[in-house]
């Protein structure tokens, strides 16, 4: 086996790095799943309350919050599993999953406030339309037709 240099890996090397990925990928996913489950049903009444009691459109756009948010995520997690370490012990097995289980804590973190500020802004758009929006009132008068000249 070799590394991306093209040097030799020694087998235990190799399979410090292998255990290394294969529990990233278990935790990552799994906090993942969590935090997007934990998103999708607490963010319902967030996103009903944004679209004026309109469930059916606050359950749509959260369900395609949910699908992007697994789309980013697991992407991330994909993206960033490739090591460039050598990793010789335990010691260096756990500071690896360290480093790359809290990056994709700090992505989460990073998705979920800017879908609280997307969403805190859309929010309050609405609720200024709302407030400044006039009275909806019957017509007072009707016009004729115009016709060319007058």
């Known amino acids: 086996m ?28 799994a906090v993942t799943i969590w935090v997007a489950r934990t998103l999708h049903k607490n963010g319902r009444a967030f996103l009903v309350d944004a679209f004026h009691g309109q469930e059916t459109l606050a359950d749509s756009v959260n369900h395609l919050l949910l699908v992007g948010f697994y ?19 335990t010691r260096g097995a756990v500071e690896l999953l360290s ?3 809290g990056t994709v804590l700090f992505v989460l973190r990073l998705m979920h406030l800017f879908n609280v500020f997307l969403f805190s802004r859309f929010r309050r758009r609405a609720l200024e339309r709302a407030v400044n929006a006039p009275p909806p009132l019957p017509p007072t ?5 115009q016709t060319a000249g007058q």
């Open 2 to 29: 070799f590394n991306n240099q093209g040097v030799p890996v020694d087998a235990a090397q190799n399979q410090y790095v292998l255990v290394s990925y294969a529990i990233y990928l278990v935790l990552s996913i």
């Open 99 to 101: 480093d790359k289980v």
């Open 71 to 89: 789309l980013v995520n697991l992407g991330w997690i994909v993206m960033t599993l490739r090591t460039s370490h050598e990793v010789w012990s």
């Open 141 to 145: 008068a009707f016009f004729g037709p």
